[in-house]
């Protein structure tokens, strides 16, 4: 009950501050508007242009190793790590 009592008065409040302040708060959004733009611009090319990369990637025969790439690798790796505990 609190906290909708809280809230109605927040809620009331933020309307007059806004009738009262719609200059100012329509400067805020004006000012607020183009640093967001840009922002998320550069942050759209720079995904963009790492998608872009990794299409070039697999054009070029560029793929990810495969499971069984991996599988015998980290089994020469075990099998390594085994020969340096034995060693100690």
Not at 26 to 45: D, R, T
Request: net charge negative; aromatic share 6%.
């Amino acid at each position: 009950m609190k906290t909708l009592i809280g809230g109605a008065i927040a809620v009331l409040l933020g309307v007059v501050g806004l009738a009262v302040w719609v200059n100012e708060f329509l400067e805020l959004l004006a000012g607020c508007i183009p640093p967001v733009l840009l922002l998320g611009g550069g942050l759209a090319l720079y995904l963009g242009f790492d998608e872009l990369k990794d299409t070039w990637k697999n054009d070029e025969g560029v793929d990810a190793p495969s499971p069984q790439a991996d599988k015998t690798k980290i089994e020469e790796l075990e099998k390594e790590i085994d020969n340096l505990k034995k060693e100690k």
